[in-house]
């Protein structure tokens, strides 16, 4: 059974830089997305990837901040974030499916989560 296993997040000035990190296994779902969720919001997707294509959906708010890339290799998918926002406090969440899609429904397999605090 496919499990994807966030880390990465970390207290973080508001304009500072973090990178999450969501572990897959080779036979885990083709896509892997990142979704967050702040307290009293509802569930955001953030960015997905087709690891099979590189076919990418990313977040108009994030666009040019939050980049979504693979590491084959090391069998991760990392969540590049730059110029980070207070309001970008979230738990952050990565999740496996097969659509590349932002609507967290076509996502079946979801890690626990890794908190991300933008804060001074």
């Known amino acids: 059974q496919f499990e994807p296993v966030e880390s990465g997040g970390d207290l973080v000035q508001p304009g500072g830089s973090l990178r999450l990190s969501c572990a897959v296994s080779?036979?885990?779902?083709?896509?892997i997305g990142w979704f967050r969720q702040a307290p009293w919001t509802e569930r955001e997707g953030v960015s997905c990837?087709?690891?099979?294509?590189?076919?990418?959906r990313t977040l108009d708010s994030v666009l040019g901040r939050l980049t979504i890339s693979r590491d084959s290799a090391k069998e991760l998918v990392y969540l590049d974030m730059n110029n980070l926002r207070p309001e970008e406090t979230a738990v952050y969440y990565c999740?496996?499916?097969?659509?590349?899609?932002?609507?967290?429904?076509?996502?079946?397999?979801w890690g626990q989560g890794t908190q991300v605090n933008v804060s001074s």
């Open positions: 080779g036979d885990s779902l083709d896509v």
């Open positions: 999740a496996g499916g097969d659509v590349v899609t932002l609507l967290d429904r076509w996502y079946d397999s």
């Open positions: 990837i087709s690891r099979s294509t590189g076919r990418t």
